[in-house]
């Protein structure tokens, strides 16, 4: 597949096996700059496998857009990406004065009695709920407050704020208090009132049950790439939730913890906060292939990233670690600088490399002189897109 370009672009050829590929770069965006796709099209190159979808902008909106085999107005479950959405509602309610972080859940659910227990522990997953019996998510009620009734069962009182679990049960009993503050039926209805009309979310973005009982805030959502950049563009746009709760949910909330789960990051507010020397990096991943993620550099410059579906049936913790690592490093590099420095292109390159996400592009050709056929398999596309 060959697709011509403007400028610095226009000698870009994008070899795939069996997708279409369209790049869409806006010239004048500052997160996307034409000398970066340029060096990532020339310099690394993907595994073809899956199919995939990726959006990265700022506060203006999605100003780079790549589709290959999957568009971004595709709409499938984002799972655990739900939790950062669900964050965001909660916020919105504490802004317009229904509760705030310190609010115990005891004062908002007459059959809770606990007594310790606030909105902040449940945001930050350090409210002493385990996971349900049967797994994650697997409650045996078919609604929200049911759910919700279930988690407080299992509560273990004495790892209150001292240890954090990754769990459904903990964004079952946020949907309950939600539900009940609102005043509203079903927690579809406050994410509507609260978040998706505001921006203009569309009606197919929505939290109606469709894989876990009980429409679960953190795992639930069956959204589209294109609805879900709208709510990251207002994030990142610094007006649609308070900046002191914003900050809150931006920092590491968890640091010094026990942690039921061996993970190498932190948890922020229905995000995880990423480990980085200067600006703030967050993230909320779900286990269908649904990675959105924001970072901000001491500038105060936002952009978001947010890469759909792209399936790898063997991905690990390492993995995993390795491209949160090469995405930060490189979408930093494009906020700031027209060009990579070599050094960090190289870091991040090794790091993918051994992860076993990108082999070394190579312009070696064929006996006839043309490209071999396996060079002609890879997909060739900047290495934001690399999870």
């Not at 970066?36 to 203006?60: P, T, Y």
Request: glycine fraction near 8%.
């Amino acid at each position: 597949v060959s697709l011509d370009f403007a400028g610095p672009c226009s000698m870009v050829c994008w070899g795939l096996q069996f997708a279409m590929v369209a790049l869409v770069p806006v010239a004048s965006a500052s997160c996307c700059t034409h000398d970066l796709i340029a060096h990532f099209c020339s310099e690394a190159s993907l595994k073809a496998g899956g199919s995939m979808s990726l959006q990265i902008g700022d506060k203006n909106g999605a100003c780079c857009t790549l589709e290959a085999g999957r568009t971004t107005s595709s709409v499938l479950d984002f799972f655990s990406a739900s939790k950062m959405v669900s964050g965001y509602v909660m916020m919105r309610m504490m802004d317009q004065g229904l509760f705030s972080l310190d609010t115990k859940v005891s004062d908002v659910l007459d059959w809770w009695d606990e007594p310790t227990v606030t909105l902040k522990h449940l945001l930050s997953q350090t409210d002493g709920l385990p996971t349900f019996a049967a797994g994650l998510g697997q409650c045996t009620s078919d609604t929200t407050m049911g759910c919700a009734q279930e988690a407080y069962s299992l509560l273990v009182p004495e790892d209150v704020g001292t240890r954090f679990t990754y769990s459904e049960s903990t964004f079952y009993v946020l949907g309950a208090c939600a539900i009940k503050a609102a005043g509203l039926e079903t927690y579809q209805d406050v994410y509507r009132k609260f978040l998706a009309d505001p921006l203009n979310i569309s009606r197919r973005c929505n939290f109606l049950g469709q894989w876990l009982p009980g429409q679960d805030p953190g795992a639930d959502l069956r959204c589209s790439g294109d609805d879900y950049v709208k709510f990251l563009q207002a994030v990142v746009g610094g007006e649609f939730v308070s900046d002191s709760l914003r900050e809150q949910a931006e920092m590491a909330q968890t640091a010094g913890m026990q942690k039921a789960d061996m993970t190498p990051w932190e948890y922020g507010l229905g995000q995880w906060v990423h480990p980085v020397s200067s600006g703030t990096h967050v993230s909320s991943v779900g286990a269908a292939g649904t990675f959105p993620w924001v970072i901000r550099d001491d500038n105060n410059q936002s952009h978001f990233g947010i890469l759909v579906r792209f399936e790898l049936s063997e991905m690990t913790a390492f993995n995993t670690m390795a491209v949160v690592g090469a995405i930060h490093n490189i979408t930093k590099a494009a906020m700031t600088e027209p060009a990579l420095d070599e050094a960090v292109f190289q870091s991040c390159n090794a790091a993918l490399e051994a992860a076993g996400l990108m082999t070394a592009s190579s312009d070696d050709d064929g006996e006839d002189g043309k490209a071999s056929e396996a060079s002609e398999a890879k997909v060739i596309l900047p290495a934001f897109l690399l999870l």
